[in-house]
């Protein structure tokens, strides 16, 4: 099982010593959260907010290129890193349309895999979707 850190300053520590995805600014990570740990980042945000979190939620299928919700010291990054990170966020949905634009992020972001494995895993989640498989 893995460690779960005991504090935020735990957490940067451990998101920094793993290598960015896709690095196009250093320090700056994409994360993908369930929902109850998106509400309680957000609840964060409002009930705390000198606390310094520097981040920003989320939704790319509800609000493309923006954030829905972020801390008060929150400063926006590169827009393609952005663009990257939502097209990766479809792909880990195992969504299945995409542009060139979008194919070419999502390469951009999982070049330092194999092409067979990220096949293998995406083929396995999509069959655990509840949708029919077309």
Known sequence: AAEVPASLQALRCRLEALAPVC???E???FCLVSLLEAEHLRGLFHT???LRLSA???A???LEGRPLDC???FEGGP????????QLSRFCDSETSFSSRELCAVELCLMGSDHDERRAWWE??????RRVQG
Do not use: N
Not at 79 to 86: G, L, S
């Open 27 to 29: 320090g700056r990570f």
């Open 79 to 86: 827009e393609f890193q952005v663009f990257a990170a939502e």
């Open 23 to 25: 690095p196009t600014q």
């Open 48 to 50: 705390c907010p000198s």
């Open 56 to 58: 920003a939620l989320r």
């Open 60 to 62: 790319p299928s509800v």
């Open 124 to 129: 396995q989640v999509r069959q655990c979707r």
């Open 71 to 73: 801390s008060t010291d």
